[in-house]
């Protein structure tokens, strides 16, 4: 499978590298060229050495996400840190490219539910955070 | 007229200002708080703080009873979202967006979200106008529907200087729809004669630029 993501950060980073340890075809874009260290900390090999492929980039210029591979991509995730940015890319991604797997990370649950109805997969990290939590306070509570 | 604009920044603004002053109701929406404290000073009540992408900020300045959501802030992801959810979620009939780097347009477009302002886009058709290339400027242009609608000078010498309408040897998909000649302009007939210097009016489907080109134009073949 060739995985697509945009956002290099912590998230985004992280799923790369185990994508890559697992044997799919990974590119990665961000718009910082700094960014490619969270790839290659803790590694000894350059992240292009491992077979990953990076490209420097804006995920909303059409011309980044050509030169990112999204033409040959079978998943695209979208991992900026703007929720915005993330849903506007995706919709391109699914309905410009034709991309079969698509996931967004949205922070806002409200626009993560809302876009999830209109048929994205969206990935909420605050309202993951705000379930664990609660169980973690009621498991306490009843200890 | 009930609007709601997502964006406080100079186009924003004057909007805002603008169409109070034609007796709407105007909501304007800002992130920014020390642009906001700004712009409270003067539009009192008809600003609020928040940033315009968020649901609850946009159902609390009342998007359900909108008439009209323009978007204008400085990020065209925004505006695309606002516009979205604006129409899609909440029903508003009318959305205008302006769109920061004219390459987005093909988003906005993607998307669904007209119209669509671009301030580049629009200077940069002013330009084309004020020095047209190879005389031609496009008048208006219907992507959609694959029709243009384009003004062309008639170069002395070229294929169609002296010739009747019906002998200019126009391309399938193309027809002549006025002559502007001396200030004035008229629908030509089939026998009307083209002249060195008469502005034509054509409509045509995209793509025949460059063969209008060549029958107006200075090195056109005979």
């Known amino acids: ?143 | 007229m009930y609007v709601l604009i997502v964006g406080a920044g100079k186009v924003g603004w004057n909007l805002a200002r603008e169409l109070i002053e034609k007796k709407n109701e105007v909501t304007l929406i800002e992130a920014d708080q020390r642009r906001y404290q700004t712009v409270e000073e003067e539009l009192e009540h008809a600003v609020q703080y928040g940033d315009g992408s968020e649901l609850w900020v946009l159902e609390r300045a009342g998007i359900e009873r909108a008439d009209m959501v323009i978007a204008v802030t400085g990020d065209d992801e925004d505006n695309i979202l606002i516009c979205q959810v604006a129409r899609e979620k909440y029903g508003v009939e009318r959305v205008i967006s302006r769109c920061n780097n004219p390459r987005n347009l093909q988003h906005f477009e993607l998307l669904g979200i007209k119209p669509v302002v671009s301030a580049t886009d629009l200077i940069l058709r002013l330009i084309e106008h004020e020095v047209p290339k190879y005389g031609l400027v496009h008048l208006l242009d219907l992507p959609t529907e694959r029709l243009e609608i384009i003004e062309i000078e008639v170069s002395p010498g070229s294929a169609a200087d002296g010739q009747m309408v019906k002998d200019l040897g126009l391309p399938d998909g193309s027809l002549v729809i006025s002559i502007l000649r001396d200030g004035t302009g008229f629908v030509p007939l089939a026998d009307s004669v083209v002249e060195a210097g008469d502005e034509v009016l054509l409509v045509l489907d995209t793509g025949l630029e460059e063969k209008i080109t060549q029958r107006f134009g200075a090195n056109g073949a005979p």
């Open chain 1, 1 to 143: 499978m060739f995985v697509l993501i945009c956002g290099c950060g912590r998230v985004g980073s992280t799923v790369a590298k185990t994508m890559l340890s697992e044997g799919h075809q990974v590119s990665v874009l961000d718009e910082d060229p700094e960014a490619i260290a969270l790839l290659e900390r803790g590694e000894t090999r350059s992240w292009e050495d491992m077979g990953g492929q990076f490209t420097v980039g804006t995920a909303l210029e059409s011309d980044a996400l050509v030169e990112a591979g999204i033409e040959r991509a079978d998943a695209f995730i979208a991992s900026t840190d703007g929720d915005n940015t993330n849903l506007v890319i995706a919709q391109i991604a699914q309905r410009r490219y034709g991309v079969s797997r698509v996931v967004v990370r949205v922070l806002d649950p409200a626009r993560s539910d809302w876009y999830a109805a209109q048929g994205l997969m969206t990935v909420c990290p605050t309202k993951t955070a705000i379930e664990l939590l609660e169980v973690a306070v009621r498991e306490e509570s009843s200890a």
